[in-house]
């Protein structure tokens, strides 16, 4: 999966066309509409052979597809300065980062055009359960998710078999094993907890509201709830002993753990097993999934997510018509999204998507049900915010910096450094 680099530049240009954000204000609601208008798509590379077969499928669309830079940042950069050029800009585009969205939704660029009604309700109803509530504000659904990247358990079966392990269902049990891990099987690891890994799939997963966000201009942060600090009673003590590590699951220094079958467990998100686990541990059936661990006090699991992608369209397009339909058809079309490279978020997609991975013998046994089940169960306080990024460079350069010692301290310190960049994006801190 892609790193996040930064875009000084760009990320200047959008900074600056944000420098007064507000709500949305609806701007391009009275765009004239016209039948006939081609349409313009900004795709990732990923995404853009897909996207030109779908269009030459469809030529009544008369759509074209262009192959845009997605490192985090370029695109909003990119669209508010067409925006305020007022020219060439994108009918609908594809976002990798989804959080992204937040910075096309506000003033003066006010690119995202909401979906209820120009997209029919039983398309909307027709993704997992919860999948569009990050991009939902104010009541109106601005995107159309395309793959998830819910988490799970992956685990090392025949390890756990030969140090006599149980998986974990619980994180009060996922801890017991970390904590067994360190004195008997010291340098084997419980996997990364670097950046969004360790963010959105321990504090997201648990409800820790860090990121929650149901409008354009208010979020509410508030760490010192139990959401939060029972994560860090979890993390605290495995970083300490280092199962946890707080290297990133793509660092040149951690990939060897992997290779040299010393990964024992991970709670990492549903691609991880394809794109982290599967090209340096490719021995078939060594590895299987299981449903996340439940938080103490919480009623059922729920899964956190790191990655994915979504489609929004253009309040501004002159076809808002054919634009969206164009986003709808790569969302749902069974015959693009059997081929994703990631969950499909479409649930009747997903369930062709599942039946080949059921025959992949990499896996130790069918995921299916593991995935389909984490797919409806990411935790609603996950939202799109503008300070991700910058979100995840605190959570970096407190909590885990602090090796988990003084965790609560260092929570503490995350939670003021959260409440100073939502600030600075020109957010109304709620919780704080």
């Known amino acids: 999966m892609k790193t996040r680099r930064a875009v000084a530049p760009l990320l200047a240009a959008t900074s600056l066309l944000l420098a007064a954000c507000g709500g949305h204000n609806g701007a391009g609601a009275n765009v004239k509409q016209q039948a006939s208008a081609p349409i313009t798509i900004w795709v990732d590379d990923t995404r853009t052979k ?18 845009v830079d997605n490192t985090h940042g370029n695109i909003p950069a990119q669209v508010a300065l067409a925006v305020k050029a007022g020219k060439d800009v994108p009918d609908a585009v594809f976002l990798s980062y989804p959080d992204e969205l937040a910075n096309m939704l506000v003033n003066p660029v006010n690119y995202a055009l909401p979906l209820n009604g120009v997209v029919g309700s039983d398309v909307l109803g027709g993704f997992a359960k919860g999948s569009t509530a990050a991009c939902t504000f104010d009541g109106k659904t601005y995107c159309l998710p395309n793959d998830l990247a819910q988490t799970v358990l992956y685990y090392n079966k025949p390890l756990f078999a030969k140090f006599g392990y149980t998986v974990p269902k619980t994180f009060d049990e996922w801890l017991a094993l970390g904590l067994r891990v360190g004195k008997e099987h010291p340098g084997y690891s419980l996997g990364s907890v670097n950046g969004r890994y360790g963010l959105n799939g321990y504090y997201g997963s648990s409800g820790c509201a860090f990121n929650e966000s149901s409008s354009p201009t208010t979020v509410t942060i508030d760490v010192k709830s139990p959401a939060c600090t029972r994560v860090d009673d979890v993390v605290g003590p495995l970083l300490a002993n280092r199962t946890l590590s707080k ?3 793509f660092d040149a220094a951690y990939t060897p753990v992997v290779k040299n079958d010393k990964l024992l467990a991970t709670i990492s998100p549903a691609w991880m097993g394809d794109y982290g686990i599967k090209p340096t541990s490719p021995k078939k059936g060594q590895w299987a999934v299981a449903p996340m661990p439940t938080w103490k006090g919480a009623a059922t699991n729920a899964s956190g997510t790191a990655g994915g992608g979504i489609w929004v369209v253009s309040a501004k397009s002159k076809n808002k018509a054919a634009a969206a339909k164009f986003a709808t058809g790569m969302a749902t079309d069974p015959k693009v999204q059997a081929a994703s490279s990631g969950y499909p978020a479409y649930t009747a997609d997903a369930d062709i998507w599942l039946k080949q991975v059921a025959k992949d013998d990499w896996y130790a046994e069918d995921p299916s049900a593991v995935y389909r089940d984490a797919a409806g169960k990411i935790s609603p306080t996950l939202g799109f915010v503008r300070f991700q990024v910058q979100a995840e460079d605190a959570f970096n350069a407190t909590i885990l910096k602090s090796g988990g010692h003084d965790i609560g301290a260092a929570l503490e310190k995350f939670g003021e450094q959260l409440t100073k960049a939502a600030r600075s994006a020109s957010y109304s801190v709620k919780g704080d």
């Open 247 to 249: 290297l990133d699951p």
């Open 50 to 67: 897909p996207a030109q077969e779908y269009a030459a499928a469809h030529p009544e669309l008369k759509a074209t597809v262009k192959s």
